[in-house]
């Protein structure tokens, strides 16, 4: 072999090694960074300041002090408050309210099935336009943004879900062996009671019972990426399929 092959074969050789190495990380363990959590203004008058998930919808309760609850009378009335002030904001929003209130407004009229709710809810907009959440606003940018961001985390799912070893598996047996693509694994059937388990299951508890005994590894920390991961491209694969939790 030449030198300059043999320099050539070396290149090639580090360079595989190092993608490697980059590539690693994203299968060994990682913990998420923190949730982001809402500025709350300060008080005005010593009490309180309570905020509706959007982080910008507030109401100052006075004389409660940090540390101490409401009565549930008056949490409810703060809360009705907030949702008032919400509405009055964003008067071409719809939000979907308790069961009894939609009974209360809506008893002359007859109540539409599951289905053309569903369908109601769900309509697609015409390209180029914004629809309406709860909170915002958000345009065709948007949607291809999170769909790239969720179809990536989906595939490290995949990933992980055919390779054994970077779940902390310590005798070469992978997911895939048992459930390829993820079959008969019916994620829409959590919770349910898992005889395995000998008590109510969610769809994490029973990844983590694999992985401790199939796997003959280590459950993983709830806030673990890989868990995260994997628990998402199950449920991708089952895309479609209605939710029908508890059954066997």
Request: with cysteine; charged share 25%.
């Amino acid at each position: 072999m030449t030198r300059r092959s043999i320099a050539l074969a070396t290149a090639a050789g580090c360079a595989a090694i190092f993608a490697a190495v980059a590539y690693a990380p994203r299968l060994r363990a990682q913990q998420e960074p923190p949730l982001p959590v809402h500025q709350v203004p300060d008080s005005k008058s010593g009490g309180t300041v309570v905020m509706l998930c959007d982080g910008k919808t507030g109401v100052e309760v006075k004389g409660l002090k940090p540390g101490e609850s409401m009565p549930h009378a008056q949490a409810v009335e703060v809360a009705r408050q907030l949702m008032g002030q919400w509405r009055r904001e964003h008067p071409n929003e719809k939000w979907e309210m308790a069961q009894q209130e939609h009974q209360t407004e809506q008893s002359s009229q007859p109540r539409p099935a599951p289905s053309a709710s569903r369908a109601t809810a769900v309509k697609p907009q015409s390209k180029g336009t914004q629809q309406g959440d709860t909170y915002a606003s958000f345009t065709d940018r948007d949607y291809k943004v999170w769909k790239s961001e969720t179809d990536n985390f989906v595939e490290q799912g995949n990933q992980l879900f055919h390779d054994g070893a970077a779940l902390g598996g310590t005798i070469g047996v992978s997911c895939d062996m048992c459930h390829p693509n993820a079959a008969n694994t019916h994620p829409e059937t959590y919770p349910k009671y898992q005889v395995q388990l000998q008590r109510v299951a969610l769809l994490r508890d029973m990844i983590d019972w694999c992985i401790e005994n199939p796997l003959k590894g280590k459950a993983l920390d709830p806030n673990d990426t890989r868990l995260r991961a994997l628990e998402a491209y199950i449920l991708a694969q089952r895309k479609g399929v209605a939710l029908d939790y508890g059954k066997h």
